[in-house]
């Protein structure tokens, strides 16, 4: 399931500490985004440059969004 995380905790001794459970969070959702935003171009048959820069500029981008995007995309594209 490409959504699914695992969580190991470190042991009390670790070296770093905090700052590795932040950079390992920050590189978790990268992952997450980045697989969102391919699945949406996918699903919308647009180019995954231009899903980013229209989910980007939205400030605030809401389940109900995402499927009005997918069915009008879908809509407009299969009158052409």
């Not at 997450?32 to 980007?56: G, H, M, N, S, W």
Request: proline content about 4%; hydrophobic content about 45%; charged content about 25%.
């Amino acid at each position: 399931m490409p959504l699914s995380r695992v969580a190991l905790e470190s042991p009390a001794g670790a070296a770093r500490g905090q700052a590795d459970d932040i950079q390992n969070e920050a590189n978790e959702l990268l992952r997450i985004r980045d697989y969102l935003f391919k699945e949406l171009a996918e699903k919308t048959d647009q180019p995954v440059e231009q899903v980013c820069y229209k989910v980007l500029s939205l400030k605030h981008f809401k389940c109900v969004y995402v499927l009005l995007f997918i069915i009008i995309t879908k809509f407009a594209l299969s009158k052409h």
